[in-house]
């Protein structure tokens, strides 16, 4: 599903540079990556998202080469094809929660809002307990409870991949546990891959695999 090689990247303003000789997420599977922050874990993400592009090296997602697509390419894969868990949710507060797990839709040109999708918003809102709160806005629900919203709307475009970024950060213990439940869960139903930056080592074991970010070489820059 994913695999990095001989990737190196470093922010123009300068901060670090980032060394990745190889990477893979195999098909379906949950991958966590911890690390000491400000190493650029979250850079990788976004080199993985296609948001960022590499200085040097390949990256494939779902058998595309990120490298062989334009900035408005990557931007049209990734939301076909990449579902992006914030931890601080990025919901946007004028929108209901109905709006807010549709909002990959309402950007991006290259998906349909149609029935299909909408009913799939609904099924995602039931099995995550959010079926009694499609019309409030995101300042009336609980941290767990938007963070469930985040997972739907990650989820509802179908995506091959699943991206979260200390998705249980802002997360109290047994919050955390149910959140990563609903995410495997549901990534399970949709067949996608799990690639999830973590500081909680309590949640490691229920990973496939963790890959420590001190493996790669990161470098201060001028």
Do not use: W
């Amino acid at each position: 599903m994913v695999e990095l090689e001989d990737i190196e990247f470093a922010y123009p303003t300068g901060g670090f540079r980032l060394q990745v000789p190889n990477l893979v997420v195999a098909a379906s599977e949950r991958v966590a990556v911890v690390g000491s922050s400000g190493t650029g874990k979250t850079t990788l993400l976004n080199l993985v998202a296609g948001i960022l592009k590499p200085d040097r090296g390949s990256i494939h997602v779902a058998g595309t080469d990120l490298g062989s697509l334009s900035e408005d390419g990557r931007r049209r894969f990734r939301a076909s094809n990449i579902g992006f868990v914030f931890q601080d949710f990025a919901l946007l507060d004028y929108l209901n929660v109905r709006e807010n797990i549709l909002y990959p839709y309402r950007i991006t040109p290259a998906l349909k809002l149609d029935g299909s999708a909408r009913k799939r918003a609904k099924i995602l809102a039931e099995a995550c307990g959010l079926s009694d709160k499609l019309d409030r806005h995101p300042g009336a629900l609980s941290q767990g409870e938007k963070q469930r919203v985040a997972i739907c709307r990650s989820l509802v475009t179908r995506p091959r991949l699943v991206i979260s970024d200390e998705a249980t950060g802002n997360l109290d213990p047994e919050n955390k546990a149910l959140i990563l439940d609903l995410l495997f869960e549901q990534a399970h139903a949709a067949e996608a891959s799990v690639l999830a930056v973590t500081h909680d080592h309590a949640l490691l074991p229920r990973f496939d695999r963790v890959v420590d970010f001190a493996s790669f070489r990161t470098e201060a820059t001028a």
